[in-house]
């Protein structure tokens, strides 16, 4: 069974960025055979999907992040990663990575996703 770890938060002013890095094991070839994505949840809303790469290097990314986030795969390192520029407050939250176990990838539902790690936090001040 996969396992995901992530990690690369902080805390960083308004315009500043980040990379987080979600790292699998237990399976050999993780990104290279599967769709997986980023997801984030602020306190008191929702899990809600942010980008996604597929096996084939196809991408999505919900629009509020279209030009400032890039979601990337290092498959010789089953490494996962989001670089993360011109970080707004709003994009504050726990980040997670997580594996998809059905449904379509590029829709960015967490229902579809599974494999969740523990999280890596984000802040953004103003």
């Known amino acids: 069974q996969v396992q995901l ?7 960083v002013q308004a315009g500043g960025s980040l ?3 979600c790292a699998a094991s237990g399976s050999g070839d993780t990104y290279s055979s599967y769709c ?4 984030r949840q602020a306190p008191g ?3 809600e999907g942010v980008a996604a790469i597929c096996s084939d290097g196809g991408t999505a990314y919900r629009d509020s992040v279209k030009g400032r986030f890039t979601i990337s ?6 490494t996962l990663y989001l670089q993360m520029n011109s970080l707004k407050p709003e994009d504050t939250a726990m ?8 449904g379509s990838w ?13 999280g890596t ?3 953004v001040s103003s």
Not at 73 to 78: C, L, Q, S
Not at 106 to 118: M, R
Request: hydrophobic letters at 30%; a positive charge; charged letters at 20%.
């Open 95 to 102: 980040y997670y990575c997580a594996s998809l176990t059905g």
């Open 19 to 21: 990379r987080l890095s």
């Open 121 to 123: 936090q984000v802040t």
């Open 36 to 39: 997986v994505g980023w997801f």
């Open 73 to 78: 795969k290092d498959n010789a390192k089953n």
């Open 5 to 11: 770890v992530e990690s690369g938060g902080g805390s």
């Open 106 to 118: 590029y829709l960015l539902k967490s229902a579809d996703f599974g494999y969740w790690g523990p």
């Open 45 to 47: 809303k929702e899990r």
